[in-house]
């Protein structure tokens, strides 16, 4: 098979949660411009809305569906509808994402609880209801957006935020299970882990500790608006198909020179 072949997803059926802005936006545009149809789907159905216009402008299809991922009757209502428009689900990316800045010690329960059901309940819902369409299929990938935060802690003065940080370590556990107990249907389940972009949810954590961040990042720069482009189409097409649980670091060599 020659290097266009394993890299081609056109006509494929990719659903991108989180999908109006930042990162999922960046992904859904990479599909689209490889020729996939795209659901981008969020709490914001206007902002999904104008990706989706955007998308459509590459000549594929792309519906733009409201969906609170803690919900899971809206995650079953955006299968179904994706299932039934298109007729297959190949691309799942588990997006979606939210965080809570606050000193360890001091976070409200209920504020632990709304990250770890977006973060990571969400995911584990969206993979079930997505896997079982994969299943009957017998093939499919399922990317899960983790972070760089996932692998160890965080000085207080760069993130305070463990909350978010446990869940991402929970969604490499996750991703790397999930993709032991899927391999042997041809479902492949691996994860990106992003270092720092400048998205609207890094925002706060940039203002006060940018220069830090980047004094830890080998290459010297945040994340690009392509530089994630690249890795899920990877993940997605063909060329990963002897690739299972990894978890793919997108972030300048950050994790490489902890210390």
């Given amino acids: 098979?020659?290097?266009?072949s394993l890299y081609n997803i056109e006509g494929k059926?990719?659903?991108?949660?989180?999908?109006?802005?930042?990162?999922?936006?960046?992904?859904?545009?990479?599909?689209?411009?490889?020729?996939?149809?795209?659901?981008?789907?969020?709490?914001?159905?206007?902002?999904?809305?104008e990706v989706s216009e955007k998308l459509a402008k590459y000549g594929v299809r792309s519906l733009a569906l409201q969906c609170d991922v803690s919900n899971s009757d809206e995650i079953e209502r955006v299968v179904q509808t994706t299932k039934e428009e298109f007729g297959t689900i190949d691309i799942l990316v588990n997006n979606?994402?939210?965080?809570?800045?606050?000193?360890?010690?001091?976070?409200?329960?209920?504020?632990?609880d709304k990250v770890m059901n977006i973060n990571v309940k969400a995911v584990f819902q969206f993979s079930q209801a997505v896997g079982k369409v994969m299943m009957e299929q017998q093939s499919g990938k399922i990317i899960n957006i983790a972070s760089v935060a996932g692998f160890?802690?965080?000085?207080?003065?760069?993130?305070?935020?463990?909350?978010?940080?446990?869940?991402?370590?929970?969604?490499?556990?996750?991703?790397?299970?999930?993709a032991v107990k899927?391999?042997?249907?041809?479902?492949?389940?691996n994860a990106i882990a992003p270092g720092f972009f400048p998205t609207k949810m890094a925002k706060g954590v940039l203002d006060y500790a940018g220069e830090k961040i980047l004094d830890g990042t080998p290459a010297?720069?945040?994340?690009?608006?392509?530089?994630?482009?690249?890795?899920a189409l990877f993940l997605a097409s063909k060329a990963s198909d002897y690739?299972?649980?990894h978890v793919l670091?997108?972030?300048?060599?950050?994790?490489?020179?902890?210390?």
């Fill in 1 to 4: 098979m020659d290097i266009k």
């Fill in 13 to 49: 059926t990719a659903i991108v949660t989180g999908g109006g802005r930042g990162l999922g936006e960046q992904i859904a545009v990479a599909f689209a411009e490889a020729g996939a149809n795209v659901v981008v789907c969020s709490r914001k159905l206007e902002a999904c809305q």
């Fill in 96 to 112: 979606s994402g939210a965080s809570w800045g606050a000193p360890a010690l001091e976070m409200e329960a209920d504020k632990w």
């Fill in 152 to 178: 160890g802690g965080q000085k207080a003065e760069v993130m305070d935020a463990i909350g978010y940080t446990t869940s991402k370590g929970a969604v490499i556990a996750f991703t790397k299970d999930l």
């Fill in 182 to 189: 899927l391999a042997p249907h041809n479902i492949h389940v």
């Fill in 220 to 231: 010297g720069r945040f994340g690009s608006d392509f530089d994630m482009k690249g890795p």
């Fill in 243 to 245: 690739v299972y649980g």
């Fill in 249 to 259: 670091l997108v972030d300048g060599g950050s994790n490489a020179a902890a210390i």
